[in-house]
């Protein structure tokens, strides 16, 4: 069990930062002539930020972490983060039943942005700012503990690591490990206040604009609103949020070195296959589906197409779940597309959910590999992403991730399809497991998942974690708590 005392510890730390963003929250609280969430986010401060002292001071630090330790370390600070996060939703009640207080803290913390709410505006301020900050930290958390965790120091670990990020995420690894991390808290904290600005200027409240811009660079969708980005109907707005999704479901290293370029590599925004893919089928995306709003009549234009199209491509496929329409209402060929967008979604080393377009990219390459390799032709059977080969060994365990993705999306969806019906189910499985939120039918852009039964919910919240950690963290650990 010592692998999980240094666990322990660890997740003692992150409940240092749950109890600052609830004194955060509560201080909005108490500048909103301290509404009913006031008393909730103090008292669940003081027990986080008591918990995390008691967990620091009855455990011993570790110099030495073996991988196996970083995924236990890393499952344990989500779970504990999302745990003790239900508690302002538990106490101030409402629709906050004990089930739902951890769906609506799991979602947050995994940026997924599902809700059981049907109505969001009801929430006093401090609590509203609670759900966003949830997102916020869990954001920026896939990002710096999982970097920190498995970085490049144990060599063996290699397909595992793979298995969390790509080649391209780890290639800036070499320095030091805090230079990675601040670079990633560099970039996202960009990303929130140029977002926040941004919408300020289209005079939005700056409520609203803090609260959106935090929501996008966590590409998580949660909104104080309940009709979402719909509420604004403003063309700004939803182009300013469309670059912060953009931007947040890139990779974080390349962003900071196309700024700041580093004299050990030359990668950057404009010059690596990934992006230029993530981008391009993003395009591809828009235009059928604009095409699809347009010549099957749903939009009367097609500039309303093209608008519409833009905003929801952009964020299915950076797994943001912002909504300006009710998707459920499109034709079938434009929610096909957006289910696939659901499905690969982002890059590697952004707070971005999904496969992530890295393993698509090299898994593309490895067909077209293997089919020259069929065919007879020589010399070009091998796989390579922006320069780099790729083993055997990291295609394989690439295919076995996306493998288990699937199979865990084709369990989930059998579960809600207990309750509901095909398309709903299936697209509720892809939405939690790639963290986007939103699905088709009853949880679709407008709707929510209060209609899932105690035990869907549970499954859900499972499938969230498993699909935020990237699988196989959370398994190891799992497998961990229970090998001697």
């Given at each position: 069990m010592k692998k999980w005392n240094t666990a322990i510890r660890y997740a003692g730390f992150s409940l240092f930062g749950v109890a600052i963003l609830m004194f955060l929250s509560a201080f909005?609280?108490?500048?909103?002539?301290?509404?009913?969430?006031?008393?909730?986010?103090?008292?669940?401060?003081?027990?986080?930020?008591?918990?995390?002292?008691?967990?620091?001071?009855?455990?011993?630090?570790?110099?030495?972490?073996?991988?196996?330790?970083?995924?236990?370390?890393?499952?344990?600070?989500w779970i504990t983060a999302c745990s003790f996060g239900a508690l302002p939703f538990l106490i101030c009640g409402g629709e906050f039943t004990l089930v739902n207080a951890f769906f609506e803290s799991v979602s947050g913390f995994t940026t997924t942005g599902a809700s059981i709410l049907n109505d969001i505006e009801a929430l006093p301020k401090g609590l509203q700012f609670w759900r966003i900050a949830t997102a916020w930290m869990g954001g920026i958390g896939i990002v710096t503990l999982v970097s920190l965790v498995i970085s490049g120091q144990h060599d063996r670990h290699s397909v595992l690591a793979s298995a969390e990020l790509s080649d391209l995420a780890k290639s800036y690894y070499g320095g030091r490990k805090k230079n990675f991390v601040y670079r990633m808290l560099a970039v996202y904290l960009f990303i929130t206040l140029a977002s926040t600005i941004a919408l300020k200027l289209t005079k939005m409240p700056w409520f609203d604009a803090l609260t959106m811009g935090m929501s996008a660079c966590s590409t998580c969708g949660f909104c104080i609103?309940?009709?979402?980005?719909?509420?604004?109907?403003?063309?700004?707005?939803?182009?300013?949020?469309?670059?912060?999704?953009?931007?947040?479901?890139?990779?974080?290293?390349?962003?900071?070195?196309?700024?700041?370029?580093?004299?050990?590599?030359?990668?950057?925004?404009?010059?690596?296959?990934?992006?230029?893919?993530?981008?391009?089928?993003?395009?591809?995306?828009?235009?059928?589906?604009?095409?699809?709003?347009?010549?099957?009549?749903?939009?009367?234009?097609?500039?309303?197409?093209?608008r519409l199209a833009a905003f929801q491509v952009c964020s299915l496929s950076t797994t943001t779940g912002f909504a300006t329409a009710d998707t459920s209402l499109w034709p079938s060929g434009s929610i096909s597309i957006l289910l696939l967008c659901s499905l690969v979604c982002g890059?590697?080393?952004?707070?971005?959910?999904?496969?992530?377009?890295?393993?698509?990219?090299?898994v593309v390459k490895s067909l077209k590999s293997m089919v020259n390799s069929l065919i007879g032709v020589?010399?070009?059977n091998r796989t390579k992403l922006d320069g780099q080969v790729k083993t055997e060994e990291n295609v394989t365990s690439i295919l076995t991730f996306m493998?288990?993705?699937?199979?865990?999306?084709?369990?989930?969806?059998?579960?809600f399809a207990i309750s509901m019906d095909?398309?709903?189910?299936?697209?509720?499985?892809?939405?939690?497991?790639?963290?986007?939120?939103?699905?088709?039918?009853?949880?679709?852009?407008?709707?929510?998942?209060?209609?899932?039964l105690g035990f869907q919910k549970v499954t859900a919240m499972i499938i969230m974690l498993l699909g935020r950690v990237e699988i196989f963290p959370m398994l190891i650990a799992v497998k961990s708590l229970f090998s001697r």
């Open positions: 909005i609280a108490f500048r909103n002539d301290m509404d009913d969430s006031f008393d909730p986010l103090v008292f669940s401060g003081m027990v986080s930020l008591l918990s995390g002292f008691f967990a620091i001071i009855t455990t011993e630090p570790q110099e030495n972490m073996s991988v196996e330790e970083g995924f236990c370390i890393v499952t344990g600070c609103k309940n009709t979402s980005v719909e509420f604004y109907n403003n063309v700004a707005v939803e182009i300013i949020l469309i670059a912060a999704m953009l931007m947040g479901a890139t990779n974080f290293s390349l962003m900071f070195s196309t700024v700041w370029p580093d004299k050990r590599t030359r990668k950057n925004l404009f010059n690596t296959q990934v992006v230029r893919w993530f981008l391009a089928l993003v395009a591809i995306a828009i235009l059928i589906v604009s095409a699809n709003l347009y010549f099957s009549g749903y939009c009367p234009t097609f500039a309303r197409a093209l890059c590697s080393g952004s707070t971005s959910g999904g496969m992530k377009m890295d393993r698509f990219v090299i020589k010399n070009i493998g288990t993705y699937l199979l865990i999306i084709a369990i989930g969806t059998i579960i095909f398309r709903t189910s299936l697209s509720a499985a892809i939405a939690c497991m790639g963290s986007v939120g939103p699905g088709f039918g009853e949880v679709g852009s407008m709707g929510n998942y209060a209609g899932l």
